[in-house]
């Protein structure tokens, strides 16, 4: 008997059939934008609102069909729970330079994540960028008080935005995943039907967006983790992993650059965890400039290896994992309530405190 490829959970009725459906847009239209989005990297949503065919508030509508679609058919693999699950989610976007699509990428987010979970926040880092990044994240707070800003002052690294994020999130479960744009929101069932029977979930991108260099470069320092340390993971870079608030609090996040994904799974390789890796959707910039194959950037990996050999003799831990209960997912809610009186951002290497934006607030 044949066995399913591993990504059939990765098929979702794609964006342009529900456009079709939902509003009416004509398949000349769609075929047309298809045709540029292949060009130019864009989404078809954005495309579709610049031909005058969808506004912005039919994308977010077709988004969260997308979502309940997917939250439906992948409803048997959290059997006996449902879709959204009770456990509190956080969601983490480092960013750095990222005004042209953050907007976007809240809003999809804010758009389906209530079809997975019942309750979230979202957690964005500007990590000192030069453009407008915390202005955008800044007006979407104002109305939608389940976003939160925390800023670096100055840029020190992909390492650093990662470690203030998941160290200012509240969640049960702590997600990570980049604000370029290039991951989907409507995967996240992929990694949440493993959480409760895996540590860690981590994706990988099975069909990678990026050039022939950014593939080398991975591939490359992906081969030399494996030999300093055994660790063996498919993706190790891949900005899509999900921990439960134990492991985030077990963790040192000391890396400031690329390196951090590096300290972060030896850590739980070393560990003892169980760790589930699963495919993930990628697509291509549609704005901004990626950084990952900077010199800069490559030469700070190299520099913060020391970090990650020092937990070649790190002991197995003793991980008290379970379920969450009400009463655990009740506390969440105390703490939002906390949060609204003083939210932590990190200035410079040091903690600080500053009053949180907290008014009411496709692909």
Known sequence: MATRPEHIHLEVPRFGEFARQYANVSSTTISKCLELQR?????????????????PEQVYEILRR???????MRSHDVAPLEFPLS??????????????VIGDVLAGACAVLPEFVEEFEIIVVDDGSADNTSAVVKR??????????????????????????????????????DGDGQFSMLDLPQLLVHAEKCDVVVGYRHDRADNGLRKFNSNSWKFLIRCLMGLKIRDLDCAFKLFPRWVVDSLQLNAEGACISAEIMTQCMRGGLSIAEV?????PRSAGKPTGANLNVILKAF???????????????TPNRRRFSDAEAAAWTARQKTSVDAAPVYLNGKSTVEAPVTTAGDR
Not at 155 to 177: D, K
Not at 311 to 317: D, E, G, S, V
């Open 87 to 100: 456990t509190p989610l956080s969601l983490c976007f480092p960013c750095y330079n990222e005004q042209d």
């Open 303 to 317: 520099r913060e290896l020391p970090i990650v050999w020092q937990y070649r003799k790190m002991p197995r831990w």
């Open 140 to 177: 979407f707070a104002e109305i939608d008080d389940r976003v939160r800003l925390v800023r670096h002052e100055q840029n020190r690294g992909y390492g650093a935005a990662v470690a203030s994020a998941m160290r200012a999130a509240h969640g049960e479960w702590i997600c990570f995943t």
């Open 39 to 55: 060009k130019t990297g864009n989404r078809l949503g954005a495309l579709l609102v610049q031909e005058g065919s969808l506004t």
């Open 66 to 72: 997308q979502a309940e679609w997917a939250a439906r």
């Open 279 to 283: 495919p993930v959707n990628h697509f």
